[in-house]
């Protein structure tokens, strides 16, 4: 298949310089495969995103020099490029995943998992491990003609192992059941989750490599149960090394100083912004 890449913002703020030189990364990468990049805002958390950031993410990368084949801006054959329109593509997904007898409805909430016995956290951060005992019989929910006011949770082969190769960071291996439990890809609110809103929005853009922080290593590995339920063979991926201010924190959109727009503002060139060491990026006091 031709190459297809995509940047994917979620606007719940303005980015930031490590935004800056994962996206930058995946331009590259598009552009030195001579492939089709996408534009594609992730908003479907309507409380915390706003337009105003979606614009402000286009404006700024373009700034720095970025472009883009397909978008809100520019339009193009997988319209429309904002996930809170998409939620048709997002709804068959679901069914798709419901009639493979992958998911089940789920009245428990993350802070019950949290306060379970024995619940154990695969990181100190993580979400914990959902308690298999808690999985109802296979085929429930199969009748289900909509997702309701329900959380739905794929059911993880436990014990099994999902390796895959990444371009970046050479071969990766997670096991279900250990690193991660059973996942919501529907949540009770009506929006689908992340680990399903990106896999059904690839699939139906015809991605082919996905590129994107080191963070999301372990979403991958559930990502791919999601592309086999679906029956749908997974991009290739390569997972950029995160971007850490002088403490050796990972940059986040409140991170002062080291936003995009605020390099931008500075008279920072976009060749400092993407290649300078973090320290020289800091503003002066």
Not at 45 to 62: I, Q, S, T, V
Not at 71 to 95: K, M, N, V
Not at 215 to 239: E, I, N
Request: glycine share 8%.
């Amino acid at each position: 298949m031709p190459y297809a890449g995509r940047i994917a913002p979620t606007p719940t703020g303005f980015l930031h310089l490590g935004h800056a030189r994962t996206f930058a990364l995946a331009h590259e990468r598009a552009r030195a495969a001579g492939g089709t990049l996408i534009f594609r805002i992730e908003d479907i958390d309507f409380l915390r995103c706003k337009p105003e950031y979606a614009l402000a993410a286009m404006a700024d990368l373009r700034a720095l020099g970025l472009d883009w084949d397909e978008g809100p801006d520019l339009g193009g054959p997988h319209a429309p490029y904002e996930q809170s329109r998409r939620t048709p593509i997002f709804l068959e997904c679901w069914r798709r995943l419901r009639d493979a007898g992958a998911i089940y409805p789920c009245r428990r909430s993350r802070k019950d998992v949290a306060a379970a016995l024995g619940a154990p956290h695969a990181e100190e951060d993580a979400e914990p491990i959902f308690p298999p005992e808690w999985r109802p019989a296979p085929g429930f929910g199969s009748d289900f003609p909509e997702p309701g006011d329900w959380n739905w949770r794929l059911r993880v082969p436990d014990g099994e192992t999902l390796r895959f190769d990444d371009a970046l960071c050479g071969a990766q291996a997670f096991e279900a059941g250990r690193d991660f439990g059973d996942f919501v890809v529907w949540r009770r609110d009506g929006v689908p989750a992340y680990e399903l809103a990106v896999v059904a929005d690839d699939l139906a853009m015809g991605v082919t490599e996905v590129v994107r922080g080191r963070d999301l290593l372990k979403s991958t590995a559930r990502q791919l149960l999601v592309y086999r339920a679906l029956g749908a063979p997974p991009p290739a991926w390569a997972h950029a090394p995160l971007v850490c201010d002088a403490q050796g924190r990972r940059l986040a959109k409140r991170t002062a100083g080291l936003a995009l727009r605020e390099l931008l503002a500075r008279g920072v060139p976009p060749a400092d912004i993407l290649h300078a060491p973090v320290e020289s990026l800091l503003p002066r006091v």
